[in-house]
């Protein structure tokens, strides 16, 4: 019985969670600070002994509230008790008769809401207290009067929740013009498809969808100007215009970075990829921020963007970030008479010199309190200390090469080993390549030509790295050269071992991919043409 009531609280808990999201514009005009705030109901939810109603404000005024709502459709029920502050606040007594016809009038508009939320438009609310309207000017006296006659004033509430609405138009249009904007999101990918349920939820995630939409489009400064929402109710059906103004397509800025305090200035700013001038993208800046978070060093990192451009049409991104504390300690034990104990101990530190370099120290003693069977001549002592050390960023040749300038020495040289591996995969769908052979054989024509320019024309393949990676340190380009040229394949065939080791990686984890054959996954027919037609031939003659 009690794991069943707990589950109840959390059903209820989620429709609260729910309704507090979609009606909270309409939160503000129920507030006293004698009502209990949202997280006070949430713990309400799950105590088992539910207190009385609480009288203990001046001039509490106790009610009793009941519902009738037309039909029996469960959800709309549930949309219109969790968004009625007379349901959930009712163990709070209100401060007097106004109290009550506050709360009593604030629960029209929120239970109105409730019914948007399931696509009901002709609704109608219709609340009762004293046996009266709480916008008559006599309800305040019949409040009082009920409350002294019968104690606890009842309260109705009556909902016919009409019918239910379907998605009629969808337009996206410019402010400006109100002509259709070409970038705009289908009505599919806005969730607002014609003759679908017309929910106000989906309405608030179509807006989030076009804005994020245009804002993955390089317009920083998108925003929803205003909606026009258009209820036909002979057809019961809703038209919905959205008005939006995309502001200027613009590009990255410069990047300021601020709340380093152990950290070296320039830690974070070597990490940032993006660079000036390129193209503004909220992609790209999650992938930023998740990047730099991942370091031990950094507890939090928040990009703000510029509320306008440069004089340069620029977009300026502020990093915030918050450090973490460098060093940390810990220890356990644990006893076991039949396992033995163990006794552990640790010590980190998670920025040694400041450039994000971590240091873990480990040490574990163990023992037995008497001889193992299996081993009776063993030592019933045990001991493990361990060190760990990273150092952020060893694993491009760019660092590979500051990792030399260190002192480090090459243990393992896995591309000498020449172990078949397809590392970089062109891909495309069979179809494309059916419909598509000329151009793709073009294609690998190109691209063979682009891999004998880079490794016989180091100097221009070194303009074209530092163009696009903007790497200007000519000892690291040419060692990246020099370290890819090693690795890459001149006939550009695909080795099948090499896709038959992918296979067995994988294969613990997709036990298809155990019974795949390697030939299935690549398509011989274009590096076969490549030699056979002698092109590679002619183009690696003499080289």
Same mark, same amino acid.
Request: net charge neutral; aromatic share 6%; hydrophobic share 50%.
């Given at each position: 019985m009690r794991r069943s009531s707990q589950a109840a609280n959390m059903d209820a808990l989620r429709r609260v969670g729910i309704c507090a999201v979609v009606a909270s514009p309409l939160l503000a005009s129920d507030a006293h600070a004698n009502e209990p705030t949202f997280f006070d109901r949430v713990i309400a939810w799950f105590n088992p002994n539910k207190a009385a109603p609480d009288t203990s404000a001046p001039d509490a005024t106790p009610y009793t509230v009941t519902f009738e709502i037309a039909g029996s459709e469960r959800s709309v029920r549930s949309a219109v008790t969790d968004a009625s502050n007379l349901e959930s606040l009712k163990r709070q007594a209100p401060a007097g008769a106004a109290g009550l016809i506050r709360r009593a009038v604030a629960d029209r508009d929120r239970i109105l809401a409730a019914l948007y939320t399931e696509g009901r438009y002709a609704g109608t609310v219709t609340i009762i207290v004293a046996g009266r309207s709480p916008d008559n000017a006599t309800t305040y006296d019949a409040v009082n009067a009920a409350a002294r006659r019968t104690g606890p004033v009842p309260v109705k509430v009556l909902v016919e929740p009409g019918p239910v609405f379907k998605f009629g138009a969808v337009h996206v249009l410019d402010t400006t013009g109100r002509r259709p904007l070409p970038d705009a999101p289908t009505p599919k990918q806005m969730r607002v498809v014609e003759g679908e349920v017309a929910r106000a939820t989906d309405i608030a995630v179509? =807006?989030?969808?076009?804005? +994020? &939409?245009?804002?993955?489009?390089?317009? *920083? /400064?998108?925003?929803?100007?205003? %909606?026009?929402l258009v209820a036909n109710h002979a057809t019961r059906t809703l038209d919905v215009t959205f008005l939006v103004q995309e502001g200027k397509v613009a590009t990255f800025g410069t990047f300021t970075v601020s709340g380093t305090q152990r950290l070296k200035p320039d830690f974070v700013e070597e990490r940032i990829d993006i660079r000036p001038g390129e193209p503004y993208s909220p992609e790209r800046l999650a992938k930023l921020r998740k990047r730099l978070a991942e370091y031990e060093a950094i507890a939090s990192v928040r990009l703000r963007e510029a509320d306008k451009l440069d004089p340069n049409g620029q977009l300026p991104i502020s990093i915030e970030v918050t450090e973490r504390e460098p060093r940390y300690l810990g220890f356990g034990a644990n006893y076991s008479a039949t396992d033995g104990s163990v006794v552990n101990a640790y010590w980190g530190h998670r920025n040694l010199f400041g450039g994000g370099e971590t240091l873990r120290l480990d040490a574990q003693v163990s023992w037995f309190d008497r001889a193992s069977d299996a081993v009776p001549d063993g030592d019933p002592f045990g001991y493990k200390v361990a060190? &760990?050390?990273?150092? *952020?960023?060893?694993? &491009? *040749?760019? +660092? +590979?090469?500051?990792?030399?300038?260190?002192? /480090? %020495?090459?243990?393992?040289d896995i591309t000498a080993m020449k172990i078949p591996f397809a590392s970089t995969v062109l891909v495309s769908a069979r179809n494309t390549v059916a419909r598509k052979q000329p151009e793709l054989t073009r294609f690998m024509h190109a691209y063979a030509e682009a891999v004998h320019y880079f490794i016989t024309n180091r100097e221009g393949a070194s303009q074209v790295i530092a163009k696009y990676t903007k790497v200007q340190d000519r000892e690291v380009l040419n060692y990246?050269? =020099?370290?890819?040229?090693?690795?890459?394949?001149r006939s550009l065939e695909v080795d099948p071992k090499g896709v038959e080791l992918i296979l067995g990686l994988i294969s613990k984890s997709v036990p298809q991919a155990a019974s795949a054959k390697p030939e299935d996954f690549y398509d011989a027919r274009f590096f076969t043409e490549l030699k056979d037609s002698g092109f590679l031939k002619r183009l690696w003659a003499g080289n």
């Open positions: 179509a =807006e989030r969808v076009i804005v +994020d &939409t245009l804002r993955g489009s390089g317009h *920083p /400064f998108a925003r929803i100007a205003a %909606k026009d060190a &760990t050390f990273l150092m *952020p960023g060893i694993y &491009t *040749p760019a +660092d +590979d090469l500051v990792a030399q300038r260190l002192g /480090f %020495k090459v243990i393992l990246a050269i =020099e370290t890819d040229a090693k690795a890459v394949q």
